[in-house]
């Protein structure tokens, strides 16, 4: 960290007026953010950070990436919104360049959100005539009153009850549980490839192939949130596609815009015909800076190489982790990585390694959760290896005799 010269208002002094004049629904932020390039972070207080959250999975290119900006202004300075009852070059070149990606024929609608993209995604399983939906415990869809009742987190369930829909949550990762539950009243089973926000659980080999044969089996939908596994995060374009299964419907949003906010339902084959004209629709959906900024990340991600260095930067994040003796096990694909803490200490983590200079996520009690920019490089991985690593160590010290 290196500290300038104070700005005139301090992080205290802004903290105090977010209270006052913000809704207490996040708790107070943990730093004031003034600046942000490539992947560092600065707040009010002249602080620097290594930024290894990158606004929840969001800022696949870091921040103040050129590609983005340039797209982003050129297209604001060109034709900056229109609304759905026109469209843009920008939105139909996107959406065939990402059916392109997934390999299969189909259509798509865009959003705004994650949580927008799963809201038109139900509506969208609403019309095979099934109202059932299977959802898996540990699952995270979103903060609407639809994705929120496909989401397991009882605390953020509970208070909001009932929600739409009749969802059954079956443990994720057991095919024989997805077996046991999908019948001819299903209308979709929707799942996370890799699960991002309980701090990238994997649900072991086979999973997705077994829900895609259950599905088929039973006509119905299957359903893949790529939202936070999607456009690069694990090394792939999806993260199905290791799985080697073709889903019916996928939803993407974070990595998606690089920052600017844009979500995406894709459905394939017959699915794409299910919504129609009066179904769904949105003002701001697939505008053309969105859609711009969209392509520039895919641009960057494609010239770059950014795929194959994620992989690798994630390997190397994982392995200089991997035998730290408070560390129980590492987990996730590419540069979503999950890290399990043998006591459940990890909000005191995550604010001790950003004392240190270093953001991260403490994804649950006993797990961090790292999801860089995907242009991180490596000497930057080794010195966020080193800055968790140290903080981990004020933690091992029961630790050491069992290693
Ligand atoms: C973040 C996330 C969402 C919700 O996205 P928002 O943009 O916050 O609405 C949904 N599903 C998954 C898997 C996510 O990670």
Redesign the pocket.
Known sequence: MSTTSPETTTQQEWLGRYSASLMNTFGTPQRVLVRGEGAYVWDADGNRYLDLLAG??VNALGHAHPAVLKAVSEQLGTLGHVSNLFTTEQQVTLAERLLGLLGAEGKVFFAN????A?EAALKLTRRTGRTRLVAATGS????TMG?LALTSKEAYRAPFEPLPGEVTFVPYGDPDALRAAVDETVAAVVL?PIQ??AGAVEPGPGYLVAAREVTAAHGALLWL?E???GIGRTGAWFAHTAAGVVPDVV?L??GLGGGLPI?ACLAVGAAADLLQPGNHGTTFGGNPVAAAAAHAVLDTIEAEGLLERATVTGERLRAGLADHPFVTDTSGAGLLVGVGLAEAVAPQVQQEVLARGVVINAAAPDRLRLVPPLILTEDQADAAVAVVRAVLDTYATGQETDA
């Open positions: 929840i999975a959100s994650g949580t927008e799963n995270f869809h979103g903060r994705a996370e991002g926000e949130d939202i936070q596994t939803t949003a974070k979500g």
